[in-house]
């Protein structure tokens, strides 16, 4: 139960990750992805005659109760499986990010950013609302997100994913060396 | 909405209920790996730490063999169905679409997955970006037609 309790290393949480492709394939030809719930929600929600959003969500439900997992999931490892460890980060990443105004290093998300109070700041609205809008308008432009393209799509090797892969980690590297420097400082 | 009037009892959720039960694992493992927190993308992004690459290296990997092992062994479905895994093509939303969406994940620190094990996890900022990732799919939705694909 201690070691449960301890942070996961990468061998350990990487393997497991990638077994959820087969049970999901074998439990009923689903394939792992969970971008797409975002727009299940929206059919589900909001169609609004939207063509794109015109089809039957409920023959996907699948994937809403796998995500409704993952919230209780998140639920468990954070309540029950959790002692509270600092996160053992590269300190050339702590020295970067503390030159660029982060000052909270606590948690797993730094709460100067990313809380309830910060939200009508203008590097809440950014870091929240417009990094959320970013995330789901991007994804579902993309046809999928880590898990679809980056885990999905590359285990079954279809190269349009390597692609989506390659541009993802592409957009990230742009944000996180020429962008975020002056976000974080507004 | 084609057949929102087909019978659907609790026999579906049942069947569903085993999908639940993989996703409470994965939420596990996001937030035990601290795939989930912030910190550890912006390492990913700085080139300062092996951690992500590493999970997810070892998860492709591990998704490769099984499913050349499923191939090979033409392993069928608990329901007995032979395994279909569907084609992607090729659209240059796979490009453009990628690039937003990695901008974004380096901004939130989350992708998809991560949000809502955040939100689990008693994060109460990743319910808004949960709700603006809705969005955005929403309005990628209506702008489908005119965007290059």
Redesign the interface.
């Known amino acids: 139960m201690e070691i449960?309790k301890q942070?996961?290393?990468?061998?350990?949480?990487?393997?497991?990750?990638?077994?959820?492709?087969?049970?999901?394939?074998?439990?009923?030809?689903?394939?792992?992805g969970?971008?797409s719930?975002?727009?299940q929600?929206?059919a589900a929600c909001?169609?609004?005659k939207?063509?794109?959003?015109?089809y039957?969500w409920?023959k996907d439900?699948?994937?809403l109760?796998?995500?409704?997992?993952?919230?209780?999931?998140?639920?468990?490892?954070?309540?029950f499986?959790?002692i509270p460890t600092p996160?053992q980060?590269?300190p050339?990443?702590t020295a970067?990010?503390r030159q660029q105004g982060i000052k909270d290093?606590s948690g797993?998300?730094?709460a100067g950013i990313?809380?309830?109070s910060?939200?009508f700041t203008v590097r809440g609205l950014?870091?929240?609302?417009?990094?959320?809008?970013?995330?789901?308008?991007?994804?579902?432009?993309?046809?999928?997100?880590?898990?679809g393209?980056?885990?999905?799509?590359?285990?079954?090797?279809?190269?349009?994913?390597l692609?989506?892969?390659?541009?993802?980690?592409?957009?990230?590297?742009?944000?996180?060396?020429f962008?975020?420097p002056y976000?974080i400082r507004l | 909405m084609t057949d929102s009037n087909t019978p659907r009892g609790s026999n579906q959720t049942l069947q569903n209920s085993k999908y639940l039960v993989a996703g409470v694992l994965f939420g596990i493992i996001l937030v035990k790996s601290e795939v989930i927190s912030w910190f550890r993308i912006q390492e990913m992004f700085r080139g300062q730490s092996f951690h992500m690459y590493g999970i997810i290296g070892s998860a492709v990997i591990t998704g490769m063999i099984s499913i050349f092992l499923i191939k090979r062994l033409q392993l069928k479905t608990i329901t007995q169905e032979p395994v279909t895994i569907p084609e992607k093509k090729f659209h240059w939303g796979n490009v453009y679409g990628g690039l937003i969406f990695g901008l974004g994940w380096a901004i939130t620190g989350a992708c998809p997955g991560s949000l809502y094990a955040q939100l689990g996890s008693g994060f109460g900022a990743a319910a808004i970006t949960l709700c603006s990732a809705i969005a955005g799919t929403w309005v990628y939705s209506r702008l489908r037609e005119k965007l290059p694909h």
């Open positions: 449960i942070p996961w290393p990468w061998y350990i949480a990487g393997p497991l990750i990638g077994l959820i492709v087969p049970a999901l394939l074998l439990m009923g030809n689903k394939s792992f969970i971008s719930t975002l727009r929600v929206c909001i169609p609004a939207i063509p794109f959003l015109q039957d409920r439900s699948w994937n109760f796998f995500v409704a997992g993952i919230i209780l999931g998140g639920f468990i490892a954070g309540h499986l959790s996160l980060l590269n050339w990443t970067m990010l290093f797993l998300l730094p990313f809380s309830l910060q939200l950014l870091f929240m609302v417009m990094g959320g809008f970013l995330v789901g308008f991007g994804t579902r432009y993309a046809g999928g997100c880590t898990s393209h980056a885990i999905m799509g590359l285990s079954s090797l279809q190269w349009p994913s692609v989506a892969t390659c541009c993802f980690m592409a957009g990230g590297f742009i944000m996180t060396w962008l975020l976000l």
